[in-house]
């Protein structure tokens, strides 16, 4: 039966609270909600430079023995303040408004700038990873991440206090959970996991919310919310749109990637994963990276970053600029038209105007003379992009092509996922993230794929925050999955002549068998229930062996079939005790998938002994215990 009120749906949260972190390439935040009213879901209001926003900027500053000294806003406000002051006066009084300033050189401190996809670009994750921060000074990772999530969990618990006329919220009082992209690897996942632990939040208080599922959760019951003005719903566009038993596309579009997956909407209430999550780097972000390309064409590879390097404050300035401008795009064609009036004649070509630091200007004609006019004169941008008075003039075309590249990449992934004949019937497509805001990327897919209906939320940049509470509070929300890897063990099993490959062959006890098979429990795709076990037996082949290494595979193929071949690679492995003077020594291996993580375990079925591991994959060396 269909629940039509908020007093139908009950927090399953044991403790006074929900609180979740949104930690975001471009932007972080956190939002919180009781559990007695666990749908008014809270975000706090923050300046982030030319606009409002719930959220920060994802920047750390730390003092040169590397102790917290800002985050957010305040890291690029200071940082950005003793750059300007080293610059211009490094040997003067610090002193400026009567606010005491660092005397220290400021490439001493350690700024960290736009860094979350470390996690999604590094191929050998693990938890001794170095960092670099902007100057190139190297931190672990680990320390780096935590230190952020310790500042938002505690800066979120000061505003929960505030709102307590008696007594005091205490971090125990509280579940806290995370949220990941959906198509971050398992190391990835299990990193963040670490990190918010090393951050002071217990491991049974802490959930992993995968970004696609929160925005899911939200879209389904952000209809319970409250008005301000005390009406009723706030948008139950999803709810008239998706009936139940109806499968839907999720878009979620962030800072820095694009997680695109099918969710079903099933009969009773709960949502199932389809298929699974796949995307890539198309966040916004990627357009910034167009953006600079602008520059290393017109004055040289990797001049930003050399620039950076001389003039930090006018570099991230330069950024925040060109940040306003994408947020602003939906009104470039009217805010930035020539300004002509009807007097003037014909209405000039749009353009898109964005400042550019006096000094960047100054540091090109050290290499280029006549500076950046020149340059774009003698480049492939002459006529489109002008300089004129500190501010670079894209005509509104120029602009819009900056965007092309993740447009392009974004409908290549949804039409890829659309193909296939199981979701011909799927005539939704919700549209979350703040990337997905943008009035290029709604156009751009609304016309390219015209028979299907768009749903985008008022909050689109919040629906991953606020379902994120949700989700804490609905754990069972999600009822399946679909695996992202295919898992299986390896195998020795006989050789197949004229099938399998003649250097696979091995003869053990008098057999030809052929090694170092994929035996799969799971395939890609396969939907997986949390909880689920996955067993199967298998034997000791060599007598009086002693032990044997119970391993667990993993690749991105349906039907992979050795543990060798590209794209497959070990994700763990348990050592098992075999009992004395047993030949044929019988092992049953069981992979568990839970919420967020994975278990694998290893019984000798002789003696009972079980053998477990946690997969820990952020290690070369596995830990198995008895």
């Known amino acids: 039966m269909e629940q039509k009120n908020l007093k139908d749906i009950k927090s399953k949260s044991t403790r006074a609270a929900v609180a979740a972190i949104d930690f975001g390439t471009t932007y972080s935040g956190f939002a919180f ?67 005491k300033k660092p005397n220290e050189d400021y490439k001493k401190y350690y700024y960290f700038h736009r860094f979350k996809m470390l996690l999604h670009e590094n191929k050998k994750l693990h938890r001794n990873l170095m960092i670099k921060d902007v100057t190139g000074k190297e931190m672990k990772a680990m320390d780096v991440f935590s230190i952020c999530i310790k500042y938002l969990k505690n800066s979120m618990l000061s505003e929960m206090n505030l709102q307590l006329a008696e007594g005091q919220i205490i971090e125990n009082d509280i579940d806290f959970v995370l949220t990941v992209p959906a198509i971050w690897g398992d190391e990835a996942k299990l990193f963040m996991r670490e990190a918010a632990i090393k951050a002071g939040i217990k491991t049974n208080q802490l ?73 890539g780097p198309l966040g916004g972000t990627s357009v910034d990276s167009e953006y600079e390309k602008i520059f290393e064409e017109i004055a040289g590879k ?29 009104g470039a064609n009217k805010s930035e038209s020539s300004g002509a009036n009807k007097s003037d ?30 340059a774009l004169q003698m480049s492939n941008y002459k006529g489109s992009i002008t300089y004129n008075n500190y501010k670079l003039c894209l005509k509104l075309p120029i602009f819009q092509n900056l965007f092309q590249n993740a447009i392009d990449g974004i409908i290549k992934c949804v039409a890829k996922v659309l193909a296939n004949k199981d979701f011909d019937d799927v005539t939704n497509i919700i549209m979350v993230g703040g990337f997905s805001d943008c009035k290029f990327v709604q156009a751009a897919l609304r016309e390219k794929f015209k028979t299907r209906d768009f749903i985008i939320p008022a909050d689109a940049g919040l629906a991953i925050l606020k379902g994120a509470v949700y989700f804490g509070h609905l754990p069972n929300a999600i009822s399946r999955r679909a695996a992202r890897y295919t898992y299986g063990i390896q195998i020795c099993r006989k050789f197949k002549p004229g099938e399998d490959p003649e ?51 993993v690749s991105k193929e349906v039907n992979p079939k050795f543990v060798d071949e590209e794209g497959c690679r070990l994700l763990c492995k348990v050592s098992v005790q075999l009992p004395p003077g047993v030949n044929n020594a019988e092992i049953e291996e069981i992979i568990t998938f839970g919420e967020t993580e994975i ?28």
Not at 81 to 99: F, I, L, Q, R, Y
Not at 345 to 357: L, N, S, T
Not at 508 to 529: A, N, S
Request: overall charge negative; some cysteine.
């Open 503 to 553: 250097h696979k062959k091995i003869t053990v006890g008098g057999m030809e068998r052929c090694k170092d098979v994929l035996h799969p429990l799971v395939k890609r795709g396969e939907r997986i229930e949390p909880g689920c076990e996955y067993p199967v037996v298998c034997h000791s082949l060599k007598p009086s062996q002693g032990k044997i290494e119970c391993g667990i595979y």
């Open 207 to 279: 959930t992993l919310a995968l970004e696609p599922e929160a925005a899911s959760i939200y879209c389904q019951h952000m209809y319970l919310v409250d008005k301000k003005d005390g009406s009723s719903n706030e948008d139950d566009t999803f709810k008239r749109s998706v009936e139940r038993g109806q499968k839907y596309m999720v878009v979620d579009l962030g800072g820095g990637t694009a997680d695109i997956t099918v969710h079903k909407r099933t009969v009773d209430g709960t949502l199932e994963e389809l298929y699974p999550a796949t995307g």
């Open 345 to 374: 004649g014909p209405a000039q070509e749009p353009k898109v105007r964005i400042v550019i630091p006096l000094k960047l200007d100054k540091y090109i004609k050290e290499k280029i003379p006549g500076g950046i006019s020149k």
């Open 302 to 330: 990797d001049i930003l970053k050399s620039f950076a390097k001389e003039s930090m404050e006018d570099y991230l300035a330069m950024l925040r600029d060109f940040e306003a401008k994408k947020r602003d795009s939906s």
């Open 599 to 626: 278990t694998f375990r290893a019984r000798q079925l002789e003696t009972g002994r079980l053998f477990e591991t946690t997969f820990d994959m952020l290690d070369e060396n596995s830990n198995s215990k008895k």
């Open 33 to 99: 909600s009781w559990k007695f009213d666990w749908s008014k879901v809270q975000v706090i209001e923050n300046c982030s430079g030319n606009f409002l926003s719930m959220k920060v900027p994802t920047s750390l500053l730390l003092n040169p023995n590397k102790t917290f000294a800002a985050f957010g806003l305040q890291a690029d406000t200071y940082y950005t303040e003793m750059a300007e002051k080293n610059d211009s006066d490094s040997d003067s009084d610090s002193e400026n408004n009567g606010e």
